[in-house]
């Protein structure tokens, strides 16, 4: 029995097309299908409130829905045609009312329309799981084999909404897109999502959402060099982390220059930090900071830690011991790639890179957290111990790198 005989999608949508939303409700039988609390007979009802005329009903209708077809995220036989409901009523004018009390997570005024492709995101996101890597899923046998059967559908439903007027709903299509383009399957549809977002690039003015869909772009493995020249130095750092531009000179550079101000790229963006996760959302396809991933991406791309020193002695005074797994601990790896050999002279850039860090009070806070970075690389996790490693006079490129935080009276100018 294959999957669409355990849990048959309406006809319309086998043929390749995106059924009429009428057909899903009345070809679909929900009787046979479940949800997380059983039987899905009262799917159909949830999914038809979701165009009533009251956005209080809409958002209710919603609410349910995600606690019934993808409660935790996990999938059931009822979710590939709620999905695909969705996705057929995505350009009903019914779906642009606002609210804000779509989830109980997230307050924010947005139109249905954004938070069902929030939503659709989140579907595809599960069915995503386990795809490549053979793990189990948790789902019931056929389940997720019925929502992968639908993404193609849910992506013609989804790519057009990358160029809406409402900034909200372009923001969650961009979302769902990545999360449909996940699927090999979908390989084929990245060269025409990547063709509407270079449209989306050259309107947009805003920031963050030019550095979303360049970063986007980039994790496609699409060329990202041409943003490089960008009058906006956060968009031609986003453009640099493109793993097409790893091998690209120029965007080496970019990184390089960019991480001289450390304070200049953390002004950019609103992004989490350690103390304050709340606050700001992070950047996609970004595990931390954006000052971390660029700080990753010059340890891997630079040629030597001769040239990663300036950019390394920068980083210092934003540092601690709360940051060593982002920042300074990968940097000391790269200072001392196979280790400090005992007894051995300490080039200037060692030299300069220790004495910057021993000058650092913070760092050298709890070092349960920091000693595994330092016996990694064959050094002693102790203050003093490093201290008379580092005799005598300062190297030359110590004396001439600041080691304060930007100040009023430096010259920022071609950063910001």
Not at 69 to 78: F, G, K, P, T
Not at 96 to 111: L, N, Q
Not at 128 to 142: A, L
Not at 387 to 403: D, K
């Amino acid at each position: 029995m294959t999957t669409h005989d355990e849990y048959p999608i309406p006809g319309e949508a086998v043929g390749g097309r995106l059924p009429d939303p009428r057909s899903v409700i009345e070809g679909t039988d929900w009787a046979a299908l479940e949800h997380a609390y059983g039987a899905a007979e009262d799917t159909p009802h949830r999914l038809v409130q979701l165009l009533d005329q009251d956005p209080e009903v809409q958002a209710g209708s919603l609410g349910m829905l995600d606690m019934s077809v993808l409660h935790q995220e996990s999938l059931y036989s009822a979710t590939a045609p709620a999905a695909l409901y969705v996705a057929a009523v995505l350009n009903d004018p019914r779906t642009m009312t606002s609210h804000e009390d779509y989830a109980a997570w997230d307050d924010r005024p947005r139109p249905l329309r954004a938070a069902l492709l929030e939503w659709l995101s989140q579907i595809v996101d599960s069915a995503t799981y386990g795809e490549t890597t053979g793990k189990e899923d948790g789902n019931e046998p056929g389940v997720t084999d019925a929502v992968r059967a639908v993404r193609g559908l849910i992506c013609d439903a989804v790519l057009p909404h990358l160029l809406a007027s409402d900034p909200a709903v372009r923001e969650a299509a961009l979302s769902a897109t990545a999360a449909l383009l996940q699927s090999p399957d979908l390989a084929g549809r990245v060269a025409e999502a990547t063709k509407i977002l270079r449209r989306l690039l050259s309107e947009s003015t805003d920031r963050r959402e030019r550095a979303a869909t360049i970063l986007t772009i980039g994790a496609w493995g699409e060329d990202t060099a041409s943003w490089l020249a960008d009058p906006d130095p956060a968009i031609r750092a986003c453009a640099a982390l493109s793993p097409a531009c790893a091998d690209n000179p120029e965007a080496t550079r970019t990184i390089l220059g960019a991480l001289l101000e450390p304070a200049t790229i953390d002004s950019w963006f609103l992004e989490p930090t350690a103390t304050d996760p709340l606050a700001g959302n992070p950047l996609p396809h970004i595990e931390r900071r954006l000052r971390h991933a660029l700080l990753t991406a010059a340890i891997d791309r630079a040629a030597d830690f001769e040239e990663l020193l300036p950019a390394a002695l920068a980083s210092v005074p934003y540092g601690s011991n709360l940051t060593v797994a982002e920042d300074w601990g990968p940097l000391l790896a790269a200072a001392f790639p196979s280790g400090y050999d005992q007894g051995t002279q300490l080039t200037p850039a060692q030299h300069g890179y220790l004495t910057a860090l021993v000058d650092r009070d913070v760092c050298w806070r709890y070092t349960h957290l920091i000693t595994s970075w330092f016996d990694d690389a064959n050094l002693p996790a102790n203050r003093n111990a490093i201290r008379a490693l580092l005799p005598g006079p300062r190297p030359p490129q110590q004396e001439q790198r600041g080691h304060q935080p930007p100040g009023p009276g430096r010259n920022t100018a071609q950063l910001e």
